[in-house]
């Protein structure tokens, strides 16, 4: 059956219950999930909601659906592709991830902010230096874009 069907409402519970807990397997085992995008994810594949919480709580006292791990697994993930610290707490706010498990971690990654925002600003616009205060301004609202404070920003631009 593919991922993307839904479920027939005349199933036997248990029968509901194990073709939940398959399709929720099938996505963790793409990547790592937060417990409300799996949720939402199952709710538009048709599943209701009591069982998608016997489901999710059952993942997540076995240890296969952990917030932690999430957190962790989408940190990395966004500062690989250029992402300040402050634009991953945002998108981890969207997937239901609370600002103090956030904030956790990013402290707990090994990331050297200023190096990754100095790394984005290369890469979009060379090694060169901003040769004027316009230059300047357009990549300092890039990199703030991306997620990085005022801080890393001016530390990277004034380092050139």
Do not use: N
């Amino acid at each position: 059956m593919p991922l993307a069907s839904k479920p027939d409402p005349d199933l036997e519970p248990a029968e509901a219950r194990r073709l939940c807990r398959q399709r929720a397997m099938d996505l963790l085992a793409r990547r790592e999930h937060s417990r409300l995008e799996l949720e939402r994810k199952l709710l538009d594949r048709g599943f209701e909601v009591a069982l998608l919480a016997h489901t999710l709580d059952r993942l997540a006292a076995e240890g296969l659906l952990e917030e932690s791990r999430f957190v962790a697994s989408f940190i990395h993930a966004r500062a690989r592709k250029g992402h300040g610290p402050a634009r991953i707490r945002g998108e981890l706010a969207q997937r239901g991830i609370d600002d103090a498990q956030a904030r956790a971690g990013l402290a707990a990654a090994d990331c050297d902010w200023q190096a990754l925002c100095a790394e984005a600003r290369i890469k979009r616009f060379g090694a060169a230096p901003p040769e004027d205060f316009k230059a300047r301004a357009r990549q300092a609202k890039f990199l703030q874009y991306r997620g990085f404070d005022a801080d890393q920003v001016r530390a990277v631009l004034d380092a050139e």
